[in-house]
């Protein structure tokens, strides 16, 4: 027998953590590494943070799971919480990003559907997005690398070009039923949508009665800034998903709506086991607790603010090796010349630091949101050592 009992899905490197604290991980060799991943926009109060650990152990001691054929006063509080923050009217909790988009993609069909419409499946998403791996997810996708072995994908998406508002508008047609977008590309390559583009799709929604489903899985959550990206654009959507950071670390993601959007979603046509478990509203609450206001959401404007400043004058010294840096808050990306999963492999491995590689060579820059200037400082010692050392593979 060859095969690894973990399932062998994922090219998994030498760093093995079994610690962290704030913004390090202990590997099981005692190195440490600096982690500017943050469990890819997961861990947004960094590990070890006191405030979670609190409420998830005392939440464990009270009450871990319940059935959702209860009434939740702790699911309650949280979509409370959501409600009042955001653009929502009403909430359904999952355990992950995948799901909420799942959520989110049959929220907006029953949209249509639920009076009898049986025509408007359709949802119009961009290329290079990705939504997550369930079956409906890698659907929405166009990436073909992770379509490869699972045809036939879901029928009901088509792809537009990002940020391309004249591409999305051409492919409407009698069986749309919404746009899903992520506002900041993130697998993509942290490309932020236009203005022009978000306010676009908001108003050809508008005109043709769609649903505008937002995938705000990595941007949410105030790594950008605002506790959502879509605030940033001047508008709102009728759906969106969220998760990575709305737990801290603990797995969590949540569909939210408006009133008239969630109409299709009536008794028996959804649910999940543990979706909105006690323990999971636990720790979604302590990280709302940390994040959920404006003092906490200027500090990520001004350090990520800071940190974009410091990039755009570092990547000025290596300028066969970079091109630019682009993203919003506390989620940046370097765009390389050449592949940056071999420049992430070289700051991981000889220099202790943690980032993640993603489309169009870019390098993924995502600390924990709690971040401060030490380890600001101690980023850039690393990232200029290992650009100084570094040379890209052959072309
Ligand atoms: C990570 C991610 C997902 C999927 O989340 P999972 O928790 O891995 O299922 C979906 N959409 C976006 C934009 C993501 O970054």
Redesign the pocket.
């Known amino acids: 027998m060859s095969i690894t009992p973990l399932m062998p899905v994922y090219p998994r490197c030498g760093v093995r953590p079994v610690r962290g604290e704030h913004c390090h991980l202990i590997d099981e060799d005692g190195t440490r590494y600096l982690d500017f991943a943050s469990g890819?926009?997961v861990n947004l109060l960094g590990h070890s943070h006191q405030g979670l650990i609190g409420a998830i152990q005392q939440q464990a001691a009270t009450l871990m799971h319940v059935s959702n054929l209860y009434g939740s006063p702790q699911g309650e509080g949280l979509a409370r919480r959501l409600v009042e923050k955001t653009f929502a009217d009403t909430v359904f909790f999952t355990?992950?990003?995948?799901?909420?988009?799942e959520c989110a993609i049959k929220t907006a069909r029953a949209y249509h559907q639920h009076e009898g419409d049986l025509t408007r499946f359709e949802l119009i998403t961009f290329k290079n997005?990705?939504?997550?791996?369930?079956m409906a997810?890698i659907s929405a996708s166009n990436q073909e690398k992770m379509h490869h072995g699972f045809s036939p994908l879901l029928t009901g998406f088509k792809y537009a070009e990002f940020d391309d508002l004249e591409s999305a508008r051409a492919l409407i047609g009698p069986h749309t039923a919404g746009f899903l977008v992520?506002p900041i590309?993130?697998?993509g390559g942290i490309r932020p949508a236009s203005e022009a583009f978000m306010r676009g799709l908001r108003e050809l929604a508008d005109q043709h009665d769609l649903m505008l489903v937002l995938?705000?899985?990595?941007?949410g959550v105030a790594r950008t800034g605002t506790l959502y990206a879509y605030e940033q654009y001047g508008i709102e959507p009728d759906i969106l998903?969220t998760?990575?950071g709305i737990g801290g670390g603990f797995?969590l993601?949540a569909c939210l709506a408006t009133e008239k959007a969630a109409r299709g979603m009536k008794i028996g046509t959804h649910g999940s086991t543990y979706g909105g478990n006690p323990l999971a509203m636990a720790a979604g609450n302590a990280v709302l607790d940390t994040v959920a206001n404006d003092e906490f959401l200027e500090r990520v404007r001004e350090t990520g603010a800071r940190l974009r400043a410091r990039l755009e004058q570092f990547i000025g010294n290596y300028p066969e090796l970079f091109e630019l840096v682009r993203g919003a808050g506390l989620m940046l990306g370097i765009k390389m010349k050449s592949d940056s999963r071999a420049f992430y492999a070289h700051l991981r491995d000889n220099h202790q630091l943690l980032t993640v590689a993603a489309g169009d060579n870019t390098l993924r820059v995502l600390p924990p949101l709690i971040v401060g200037d030490t380890e600001i400082d101690e980023f850039f010692d690393k990232l200029s050592a290992g650009a100084a050392s570094y040379t890209p593979p052959a072309a």
């Open positions: 890819i926009a355990n992950s990003g995948a799901e909420a988009v997005a990705f939504h997550g791996r369930t997810t992520e590309q993130g697998e995938d705000e899985v990595q941007c998903a998760a990575k797995p993601g």
